[in-house]
């Protein structure tokens, strides 16, 4: 069974830094588009908001909100993807979701969540 497991979440103040983790484990035969979203607090309801995203071939995207603040890297030997956030501000708040599309087997790609880390910025 695949899983993304995401670490390095926490309490920052603004103006500081954070890097989340997720690495992707189980059985699969690669891994496609691997990204970060974020939902803030207080509107359950809201959609998840696009990060940042990088393609197997290390190609990237970011959301307006971050860019020139966020990078987002990946380690295809390991399995991992990295968003390393600096600059941060309070309006970054929120839980951390990686996302991946890995091919299970054949040309079957599947559509995978972590658990999600929440990232609060003090102002």
């Known amino acids: 069974q695949v899983q993304l497991v995401e670490s390095g979440g926490g309490l920052v103040q603004a103006g500081g830094s954070l890097r989340l983790s997720c690495a992707a484990s189980?059985?699969?035969?690669?891994?496609?588009?691997m990204r970060w979203y974020r939902q803030a607090p207080g509107d359950p309801g809201k959609q998840r908001e696009l990060?940042?995203?990088?393609?197997?071939?290390?190609?990237?995207d970011y959301a307006d909100s971050v860019k020139g603040r966020f990078t987002i890297s990946r380690d295809n030997a390991k399995n991992t993807v990295t968003l390393q956030m600096n600059s941060l501000k309070p309006e970054d708040t929120a839980v951390y979701y990686c996302n991946a599309i890995i091919v299970v087997i054949a040309s079957n790609r599947r559509n995978y969540w972590g658990q999600g880390t929440q990232v609060t910025v003090s102002s």
């Open positions: 189980g059985s699969f035969r690669s891994i496609d588009t």
């Open positions: 990060v940042a995203g990088i393609r197997s071939g290390g190609s990237t």
